[in-house]
């Protein structure tokens, strides 16, 4: 297993520097200048416009440009920001925890709903549960974040006023009233994104468990007078998770881009609001460090998915 993380930890190296040279190319040649506000103000003359932007480099070829922020992530140095000149890990940094308690918490939620509701569902096929739980998936699926979004603010704020429409991370209270506060500006992006999370992984659960109920291995096991829930959760259920495995761990880096319409509908100081903000500047030392954080994640979590194979399938092994 060590050889195994360790042999895809160097493929990943030369896949990380593919992507970063895609993504820096497209950034880079992105039509948008972070200095266009300034090329129109009349009292900044064009000397010093033109030295501003050689201290950036932003006249300099691309490649050359790449090699140097390449360098410079080489040495843990993300960059500077072109707008407000603070280091892009530090701006990253600032907001990074507040989306990770939020979306974290969102996909904890939506896993301990889709699985109970999924299992049940394949066991109970075409039963009133199996068709509840079905619709109730494909309309939590089929509804944008956005539009869920401005229905839990119109239901949960404006006609029940249960909870803040802005969410804010300047709480004064202390102790359970701090806790207290944070939950409930969080709650409602939270259950956005579990709703939309928890209805696809039930699709997902309850297809893969369908797939391997049936089974020969299954019905031994019903045979040798094992009770249906350990049938169903020791045999059944083990095997039809590797699968589904591999959709949630590649679901999480999803849901950072994902939650960015969802962070800007209730005003979340996360990353997703940082990086609609440096699109629009056309920040691109900001902008690199959030797509290419989301790159890692990417890469990150199809090792992870590759690993809890083994831990779910005995057969499979590692050279």
């Given at each position: 297993?060590?050889?195994?993380?360790?042999?895809?930890?160097?493929?990943?190296?030369?896949?990380?520097?593919?992507?970063?040279?895609?993504?820096?190319?497209?950034?880079?040649?992105?039509?948008?200048?972070?200095?266009?506000?300034?090329?129109?103000?009349?009292?900044i003359?064009?000397?010093?416009?033109?030295?501003?932007?050689?201290?950036?480099?932003?006249?300099?070829?691309?490649?050359?440009?790449?090699?140097?922020?390449a360098?410079?992530?080489?040495?843990g140095?993300?960059?500077?920001?072109?707008?407000?000149k603070?280091?892009?890990?530090?701006?990253?940094?600032?907001?990074l925890?507040?989306?990770?308690?939020?979306?974290?918490?969102?996909y904890?939620?939506?896993?301990?709903?889709?699985?109970?509701?999924?299992?049940?569902?394949?066991?109970?096929?075409y039963?009133?549960?199996?068709?509840?739980?079905?619709?109730?998936?494909?309309?939590?699926?089929?509804?944008?974040?956005?539009?869920t979004?401005?229905?839990?603010?119109?239901?949960?704020?404006?006609?029940?006023?249960?909870?803040?429409?802005?969410?804010?991370?300047?709480?004064?209270?202390?102790?359970?009233?701090?806790?207290?506060?944070?939950?409930?500006?969080?709650?409602?992006?939270?259950?956005?994104?579990?709703?939309?999370?928890?209805?696809?992984?039930?699709?997902y659960?309850?297809?893969?468990?369908?797939?391997?109920?049936?089974?020969?291995?299954?019905?031994?096991?019903?045979?040798k007078g094992?009770?249906?829930?350990?049938?169903?959760?020791?045999?059944a259920?083990?095997?039809?998770?590797?699968?589904?495995?591999?959709?949630?761990?590649?679901?999480l880096?999803?849901?950072?881009?994902?939650?960015?319409?969802?962070?800007?509908?209730?005003?979340?100081?996360?990353i997703?609001?940082?990086?609609?903000?440096?699109?629009?500047?056309?920040?691109?030392?900001?902008?690199?460090?959030i797509?290419?954080?989301?790159?890692?994640?990417?890469?990150?979590?199809?090792?992870?998915?590759?690993?809890?194979?083994?831990v779910?399938?005995?057969?499979?092994?590692?050279?």
């Amino acid at each position: 297993m060590t050889k195994f993380i360790i042999r895809r930890i160097l493929i990943s190296v030369p896949t990380l520097i593919g992507i970063s040279i895609v993504l820096f190319s497209v950034i880079s040649l992105a039509p948008g200048d972070p200095f266009g506000d300034i090329a129109l103000n009349p009292n900044i003359p064009p000397e010093t416009q033109q030295k501003l932007r050689e201290q950036l480099g932003l006249d300099d070829p691309v490649y050359i440009r790449y090699v140097k922020w390449a360098g410079s992530l080489a040495r843990g140095d993300w960059g500077v920001s072109f707008v407000n000149k603070r280091p892009v890990w530090d701006a990253i940094r600032e907001r990074l925890p507040t989306t990770l308690f939020v979306i974290g918490s969102a996909y904890v939620v939506a896993v301990l709903i889709a699985l109970p509701v999924g299992i049940i569902s394949a066991v109970k096929q075409y039963s009133i549960w199996d068709n509840i739980a079905t619709t109730f998936a494909f309309l939590g699926y089929s509804l944008p974040t956005f539009f869920t979004g401005l229905v839990f603010i119109l239901l949960f704020t404006v006609k029940l006023g249960w909870f803040p429409e802005i969410y804010t991370s300047n709480i004064e209270a202390s102790g359970f009233g701090y806790i207290t506060e944070t939950l409930r500006h969080a709650a409602m992006p939270i259950m956005v994104l579990a709703l939309f999370q928890s209805a696809e992984l039930t699709r997902y659960v309850r297809s893969s468990v369908l797939d391997v109920i049936h089974l020969d291995y299954v019905r031994t096991a019903r045979a040798k007078g094992l009770s249906e829930v350990k049938v169903t959760l020791f045999h059944a259920v083990r095997n039809a998770l590797i699968p589904v495995v591999t959709i949630m761990a590649l679901q999480l880096p999803a849901i950072f881009t994902g939650a960015v319409i969802t962070e800007q509908i209730f005003r979340v100081p996360g990353i997703g609001s940082l990086l609609i903000t440096s699109l629009n500047s056309h920040d691109t030392p900001i902008l690199m460090g959030i797509v290419f954080t989301y790159a890692i994640l990417v890469v990150f979590f199809n090792l992870v998915a590759d690993v809890l194979y083994g831990v779910l399938d005995p057969r499979i092994k590692y050279a």
